[in-house]
């Protein structure tokens, strides 16, 4: 499939989720607002998990290149944790996470509970050569670099997927990202 095509399966999944939801959305409404065949779609995707997961991918990769954290090229606790704080910011403000997390969350669970997704990879591929980066410089502490990128995600998650069940009460998402950031800064100081 050319990747003019493909990106126009992908815009009409996200279209018919928006629309939708994912649980009423088919291949073929799919293909019908790509404007291909059927089995111009089957071809890619046998089924919707895998559909999903190339629109997610697409749409979490996106958001992780744009997510740029002024400061210098060497990389120090702060901004490393600035970071992950500004995806799990974008993540939140992204439409089809919103919608995802709104009507239909247990597509995510399998990302939380049972295996890794390419999105979640590629952030840790990125943390991991940040951290190495960064204790090469002495300004990260010393430790596995796959350990503790995976636990600055893992805390991360938290903040991402349920900010809005812990705001209220004088307790603003944003308070919760400002407290994020210096959990994760403490954890990486050396």
Known sequence: MTSLRHNACLDAARESLLDV???RTTLTD??????VSRMTIYRTWPDMESLLGDLMTREWGGLLADVDVPGDD???PQRIADSVVAVSRALRANDLF????DVDPQLLLPYLLQ??????????TRLVGQIRAG??????RSGNPDVLARTTLLAAHGVTF????M???????ADLDAELAGFLARGLTP
């Open 115 to 124: 295996r890794r997704g390419r999105s979640q990879t590629a952030i840790l």
């Open 167 to 173: 705001t209220g009460d004088g307790v603003a998402v």
């Open 21 to 23: 939801g994912w649980t």
């Open 162 to 165: 349920s900010a809005a069940t």
């Open 135 to 140: 204790q090469a410089a002495g300004t990260i």
């Open 30 to 35: 799919v293909a019908r607002r790509a404007g």
């Open 74 to 76: 060497v990389p120090a």
């Open 98 to 101: 919103r919608r995802i997390l």
